[in-house]
C-alpha cells in the first residue's frame, strides 16, 4: 500500500469514527463512560405507573397548599377591612380617647399608660394601620412655645408606644399648639381638657 492509500485510509477512520461519537451525543438516551474509556449510550428508563402516580400527586398537594395559602391572605386582608362594622367601631373608640397633661409639662401620667399599652396592643394586631400623634396645648404662653410643648407631648407618646414595640414608621406626629381647643373658656377646667394629645388612624 502507497503512503497516500495509507493517509486516506486514516483520514477515513478518523472521519468515521467522529460522527459515530456526535451522532451518541445527539440521542436520547443516558451516557456513561466505561473502564476502557469508551463512551455508550443506553435509554432513558421510562417512569413506572407507581411513580407517575407519586408525582402526579405531588403537584396535587402543591396546587391545594397553593390555593389554601392564598385563602389564608385573603382572609386576614377582610378581617381588616376598613368597612367592616367592628374594625369602623374599634377605630371610633380608639381615637376618641386622648391623653391629658398637666400645665407646662410632657410628662405621661401614671393613669394614662393603661390606656397607651392597649392602644400599642391594637396597632400591633392591626398591622397595616399607622397612627398620627397630635399635639395640643393651652392658650397660656406664646404661639411658639406651645407649638414646641404640643409637639414634645405627642413625641413623648410616640416614644412609649414605640417601646411597647409599635414600630417608629408607622408612628407620626404634628403640633397644633393652642390653634385647635378642644373647648372654649380661659379657666382652669377648660384649660385641662385642651392639653392633650389626640390620635387618628390612617
Known amino acids: 500500500m502507497t503512503t497516500r492509500e495509507i493517509m486516506v485510509t486514516g483520514l477515513a477512520v478518523i472521519f468515521l469514527f467522529t460522527a459515530l461519537v456526535f451522532l451518541g451525543a445527539c440521542s436520547g438516551g443516558q451516557s456513561r463512560v466505561d473502564a476502557s474509556g469508551v463512551t455508550t449510550t443506553r435509554p432513558a428508563e421510562p417512569k413506572s405507573p407507581a411513580e407517575e402516580r407519586e408525582a402526579e400527586a405531588r403537584r396535587t398537594a402543591d396546587a391545594e397548599a397553593g390555593r389554601k395559602t392564598e385563602a389564608e391572605r385573603r382572609a386576614r386582608l377582610e378581617?381588616?377591612?376598613?368597612?367592616?362594622?367592628?374594625?369602623?367601631?374599634?377605630?371610633?373608640?380608639?381615637?376618641?380617647?386622648?391623653?391629658?397633661?398637666?400645665?407646662?409639662?410632657?410628662?405621661?401620667?401614671?393613669?394614662?399608660?393603661?390606656?397607651?399599652?392597649?392602644?400599642?396592643?391594637?396597632?400591633?394586631?392591626?398591622?397595616?394601620?399607622?397612627?398620627?400623634?397630635?399635639?395640643?396645648?393651652?392658650?397660656?404662653?406664646?404661639?411658639?412655645?406651645?407649638?414646641?410643648?404640643?409637639?414634645?407631648?405627642?413625641?413623648?407618646?410616640?416614644?412609649?408606644?414605640?417601646s411597647l414595640g409599635v414600630p417608629a414608621r408607622r408612628v407620626l406626629t404634628i403640633s397644633y399648639g393652642e390653634e385647635r381647643p378642644a373647648v372654649p373658656g380661659q379657666d382652669e377646667e377648660a384649660w385641662a381638657k385642651n392639653r392633650r394629645a389626640e390620635f387618628r388612624l390612617q
Open 79 to 162: 378581617s381588616v377591612d376598613p368597612a367592616d362594622q367592628k374594625f369602623r367601631e374599634e377605630v371610633r373608640v380608639f381615637e376618641s380617647e386622648p391623653v391629658y397633661f398637666e400645665f407646662d409639662s410632657s410628662d405621661i401620667k401614671a393613669e394614662y399608660r393603661p390606656l397607651l399599652e392597649k392602644k400599642a396592643a391594637w396597632l400591633k394586631a392591626n398591622f397595616e394601620t399607622r397612627v398620627r400623634i397630635e399635639g395640643h396645648c393651652d392658650d397660656r404662653g406664646t404661639v411658639e412655645y406651645n407649638v414646641a410643648l404640643g409637639e414634645k407631648r405627642a413625641l413623648r407618646i410616640m416614644d412609649y408606644l414605640v
